[in-house]
């Protein structure tokens, strides 16, 4: 008897639960070795930690101004394609759907399946099928909960970003008493040259912005944030700077405690890190980075989710997407939609190639995102924003991160040529289909399908716009 959309749930609280819960999750207990790795140096990784953290906050900072000039959700989706049309806007999302969102969700999947099984096999490694097994068991729990209810999912999100701080506490404080003692050995020699390896630093720039991916998530949802002008703005700007303090202070704390081997040879760098400070906690701490993967599988359900509504909404995506459930509210079919493709890359992935995998594709459409940022400042300039950014914000940060991109084809131009080709083949499918089928207005060849399934989903059109 209600009209059927999508309501405005999110308040600035939950915003920051968001932004918070997703960004700190699997990536501060697992990138840590890849930075090191990449970085060669003590000293030098943590300069990348910090480049990143900046980095992130330039981009959440355009971002932020994005989403008081675009009233629409969607993301770098929306963005791209209401600054530099549909073309690089579908290149996105076919890459997003095939390559980015299911590497990125089976990475933390597989983060929470090595750190919720490590108390029952230490000091052993846990068996690699039970790690997969549970990775899709937590997984499919996040993606159930989001099919039913959006208050509830958002009460997680609250829940468990209290819980992702409790245990960068846990790490932090023990790592501060002990260098607060004298214990510097760690960081004798910190900024070694000869380690260094200049080709190598965009991999490890890619393990750290990792570890800080989710600064963007409130666009994604921006028709569901209460008071968006406000809040979106004020929501960023303090997560992020919350995040790069506990990520700096964290990267200390294991530096102090493990040598530079150990973390290279640790597979959970946070259970190291406890096993040799904190022995009484040894099953606790996974388990609290298990949950906090938790909370990074569900931020990124939530928010991918309406990428593919708006995209749906839009006409580059089947209409069924772009569909509610009628006593749920939430876009069940466009949540339901990537749990094959997750599957999949759980039970074959591993997580510092998928890692490398999907960064390419990820921050190559964030710096275009961002670039559309300047276009739109051209195209409009009557429009007023009540947020605003230096120009010089926008210009660096999308500098760097196409710089970025084309410096990791020397670094591993397996896993990045792999990427490319993924962005490359959506451009037949665009012009055999979307193209086609926008210009003429025609009936979508799945009709008949789409009705069948929305009877079986129970799912209906938006009644009301939202932006």
Not at 82 to 101: C, K, M, N, Q, V
Not at 334 to 339: E, N, R, T, W
Request: glycine content about 6%; hydrophobic content about 50%.
């Amino acid at each position: 008897e209600e009209a059927v959309f999508l309501r405005k749930k999110i308040t600035l609280l939950r915003a920051f639960s968001l932004l918070i819960g997703s960004m700190v999750g699997s990536g501060i207990f697992i990138s840590p070795k890849g930075v090191l790795k990449n970085s060669g140096s003590v000293g030098f990784s943590l300069v990348v930690w910090f480049a990143c953290g900046l980095l992130s906050m330039f981009g959440a900072l355009c971002y932020a101004e994005l989403g008081t000039r675009i009233t629409k959700s969607g993301g770098h989706y929306i963005y791209i394609l209401e600054t530099l049309g549909p073309l690089p806007s579908f290149l996105f999302l076919w890459a997003e759907f095939f390559a980015i969102r299911p590497a990125n969700s089976a990475v933390v999947s597989l983060a929470f399946g090595r750190y919720m099984l490590e108390p029952f096999f230490a000091p052993c490694a846990a068996p690699v099928p039970a790690v997969k097994l549970v990775s899709l068991l937590g997984y499919y729990m996040v993606l159930t909960l989001n099919s039913w209810s959006v208050t509830w999912s958002a009460r997680l999100q609250m829940a468990l970003s209290i819980v992702k701080l409790l245990a960068l506490a846990l790490i932090i404080v023990p790592g501060m008493m002990l260098l607060a003692q004298g214990h510097t050995e760690n960081f004798q020699d910190a900024f070694d040259r000869q380690s260094l390896v200049l080709d190598k630093l965009p991999l490890a720039f890619y393990a750290g912005m990792f570890a800080y991916s989710g600064w963007f998530q409130t666009s994604f949802v921006r028709e569901e944030l209460v008071r968006p002008e406000r809040n979106i703005p004020l929501a960023v700007i303090v997560s992020v700077i919350t995040v790069i303090v506990g990520y700096m202070l964290t990267n200390i704390s294991y530096y102090t405690v493990l040598g530079t081997q150990d973390v290279l040879a640790s597979p959970a760098v946070a259970v190291s890190f406890v096993q040799r400070a904190f022995k009484s906690l040894i099953s606790v701490v996974p388990v609290l980075v298990a949950l906090s993967c938790f909370g990074t599988m569900n931020g990124g359900i939530f928010t991918f989710s309406r990428t593919l509504f708006v995209a749906s909404r839009e006409g580059q995506w089947p209409p069924l997407f772009s569909m509610i459930h009628i006593r749920r509210h939430t876009p069940l079919p466009a949540v339901m939609l990537m749990f094959p493709l997750v599957t999949a890359m759980v039970c074959i992935g591993d997580i510092y190639h998928l890692m490398n995998f999907f960064s390419f594709s990820r921050w190559l459409f964030i710096g275009l995102a961002t670039l559309g940022l300047i276009v739109h400042r051209h195209r409009h300039p009557e429009l007023h924003s009540p947020f605003k950014v230096p120009l010089v914000v926008p210009v660096s940060f999308t500098i760097i991160c196409l710089f970025t991109v084309a410096m990791s084809f020397y670094s591993d131009p397996v896993n990045i040529s792999i990427g490319c080709t993924m962005v490359l083949s959506g451009f037949p499918v665009y012009y055999l289909i979307i193209h086609r089928q926008m210009s003429s207005r025609c009936r979508s060849p799945f009709y008949y399908l789409t009705h069948k399934l929305q009877l079986l989903l129970e799912v209906v059109q938006q009644e009301i716009k939202t932006y």
